[in-house]
């Protein structure tokens, strides 16, 4: 996959561990989630079982990898700050980064 390339709706959907380093985000909706792009944001939804799935929209202002499947954003210092997201597989992660860097730029 190349920078540029659109990512269909089912390729955007991606399983990742979310780290927060106050740990606010895992307090309140744990720390596995469902990331996907919409509306130039980072969306990260936390399902919570039987009740609705909470959304949380990030813009994103940097991006950093750190081995192949860890990628450490930052959303500011007024928003969630710095945020490490571990995937499952190497591919995802660096479909993720592509995506993001496009948001970037």
């Known amino acids: 996959m190349q920078v540029g390339e659109q990512l ?3 390729e955007q959907r991606v399983w990742v561990k ?6 606010e985000l895992r307090r309140r909706w744990g720390d596995r989630g469902v990331l996907s792009f919409e509306r130039g944001r980072l969306l990260i939804t936390f399902p919570q079982g039987e009740y609705t799935p909470v959304r949380q929209y990030i813009k994103i202002k940097a991006v950093v ?3 192949p499947l860890t ?10 700050g710095w945020l490490t997201l571990t995937f499952d597989f ?12 496009k948001m970037l730029s």
Do not use: A, I
């Open 18 to 23: 979310v780290r927060q380093r106050s740990g």
């Open 90 to 101: 190497e591919e995802d992660s660096t479909k993720v980064e592509l995506e993001l860097l």
């Open 8 to 10: 269909t709706d089912s």
């Open 65 to 67: 990898r750190k081995d």
């Open 71 to 80: 990628l450490t954003v930052n959303s500011g210092f007024w928003s969630f």
